[in-house]
């Protein structure tokens, strides 16, 4: 059985301690490993406070250099430029941890690429481009979040995990009865637990009078009115958003860059040459006699979207669930092919109902399947995490990496492909949701996958280098991702 579903008159043990017997340190091998992980993410964010959004990061006042300007450049040439930083008074800064987003594009040729941003911690950085195409090129560099805004949002995530409220649905009989639910309720009312004490995950709901556990049925969410920022950083994360350092310069010059860049809206990876399955008909002799899964958020399940759109050969069997957050599954029987999309367990961040009878975290639906070499398996997992301290999404994707290791001890030619999650809206409550949260999940899930034997679609690179800016991008960004998937397994 998966989990263990019980209830007591308070939560005994903290999050991600759930198993009552440790070792004589306190910590299981887990959790030495999210707190290495940790303290790795730790290093990377300035430790700074201030009392003046006069003392800080000025994009205005930022000033970019090119260090290697050429009339002009070749395909392949790098382009470096150096960034120095200023605050709002016109005083250099002596520290760095700025959130930056680099950016070439040719808007004409639907080109673009982004750009590797190296941080010397004194005010000072370099952004390194490779020149992918022949043409003119835009440069763009964008302050997200000065340092100082920086410092607070990822002091202000590791406090809690209120920002995101739960509602959960009990079936009670011909009616209903809603509680709250959450990954820590604090409260003295008896408390129904749902643990998985393998994987040290944990999710609760206060349990209503009169009905038992096992009648949680549905599940939504909202924001709730809470911030762990003072007023001054509130009113400084919103306003800092997205402000461009004093460089949108055109130059001529060309070729490559981080992972790949877009060359007429089409993706090409800096790595190798990837075909184009321009017809149907190519699409399904890659599929033939394949089960995809796909595990994860919207994002993924914009994959299957796409294919039942597109393919018309493929039919979506209706499984007649509860909810728009179902899972899904499009079959075409002629040529063996199945795909499915199924969302990730807890957190699934949405105002709409959806069933919790099926839930399962990712490492048990990767443990469920046998696997062969006719079975993919891609995972993204990210967006949803956003809102809760780090340590639940480490916690996470160290799990999914032991399921996939035991995946591959038993099916070795199983195919496992990592989604990174996408870049998305300037807009969007950035204590929440900030990209800069997803940027530091991002470089986490490559110290966590490092050595695995799987593939990777670099999504966080690929939406920067269209610029999209949108957590669900358009048809011809998911087509992209598609395409670099099919080229993995076929």
Not at 24 to 38: A, F, M, N, P, Q
Not at 130 to 152: D, I, K, M, Q
Not at 318 to 335: E, I, P, S, Y
Request: hydrophobic share 40%; aromatic share 12%; glycine share 6%.
């Amino acid at each position: 059985m998966d989990f263990v579903i019980k209830f007591s008159e308070r939560r005994k043990w903290p999050i991600g301690s759930i198993a009552p017997c440790m070792p004589k340190d306190g910590l299981t091998e887990r959790e030495k490993k999210i707190k290495s992980v940790l303290k790795e993410m730790d290093q990377l964010v300035p430790n700074v406070t201030f009392t003046n959004v006069n003392t800080t990061t000025s994009a205005k006042n930022s000033v970019a250099t090119i260090l290697n300007h050429k009339d002009t450049y070749c395909i392949g040439d790098q382009l470096t430029v150096r960034l120095d930083m200023y605050d709002n008074l016109g005083n250099r800064k002596k520290y760095g941890g700025d959130f930056l987003r680099a950016r070439i594009f040719s808007s004409t040729l639907k080109a673009g690429t982004s750009g590797r941003v190296e941080d010397f911690n004194n005010g000072t950085y370099l952004v390194n481009f490779t020149l992918f195409w022949e043409g003119n090129v835009a440069l763009s560099v964008l302050l997200f979040h000065p340092s100082e805004g920086v410092s607070a949002l990822w002091a202000a995530r590791k406090k809690g995990y209120e920002k995101i409220v739960f509602t959960g649905m009990f079936a009670n009989g011909t009616s209903a009865v809603f509680t709250e639910c959450n990954f820590n309720v604090t409260t003295k009312a008896k408390v129904c637990e749902y643990l998985d004490h393998r994987d040290e995950e944990a999710f609760y709901c206060i349990k209503p009078d009169n009905v038992p556990c096992e009648a949680f049925i549905q599940l939504k969410s909202q924001n709730k009115p809470i911030s762990y920022l003072s007023v001054l950083e509130k009113v400084f994360s919103i306003l800092i958003l997205a402000q461009p350092v004093k460089l949108i310069s055109v130059i001529g010059m060309r070729s490559p860059s981080p992972s790949g860049y877009v060359w007429q809206n089409q993706w090409n990876p800096a790595f190798c040459t990837l075909s184009n399955f321009k017809t149907t008909d190519q699409i399904n002799a890659c599929l033939k006699g394949k089960l995809i899964y796909l595990l994860g958020d919207s994002t993924m399940r914009q994959w299957i979207e796409y294919f039942i759109r597109t393919v018309r050969s493929l039919t979506y069997f209706n499984l007649h669930a509860t909810g728009k957050v179902q899972t899904m599954v499009a079959l075409d029987t002629a040529r063996n092919i199945q795909i499915q999309w199924k969302k990730h367990g807890h957190p699934f961040i949405g105002s709409s109902e959806y069933t919790v009878k099926a839930h399962k975290y990712v490492s048990r639906e990767i443990d469920s399947l046998e696997g062969n070499r006719d079975t993919v398996i891609v995972i993204s997992l990210g967006q949803h995490f956003r809102p809760y301290p780090m340590d639940l999404f480490i916690r996470r994707v160290l799990n999914v990496r032991k399921a996939i290791e035991r995946l591959f001890l038993r099916s070795p030619d199983t195919k496992v492909i990592i989604k990174e999650e996408n870049t998305r809206e300037m807009s969007i409550d950035p204590e929440r949701f900030s990209d800069f949260h997803g940027y530091m999940q991002y470089l986490a899930s490559k110290v966590l996958f490092q050595g695995l034997n799987v593939a990777v679609i670099d999504a966080w690179d690929m939406t920067t280098a269209y610029g999209t800016y949108d957590v669900h991008p358009p048809d011809h960004v998911v087509w992209n991702e598609i395409n670099m998937f099919l080229n993995y397994i076929c």
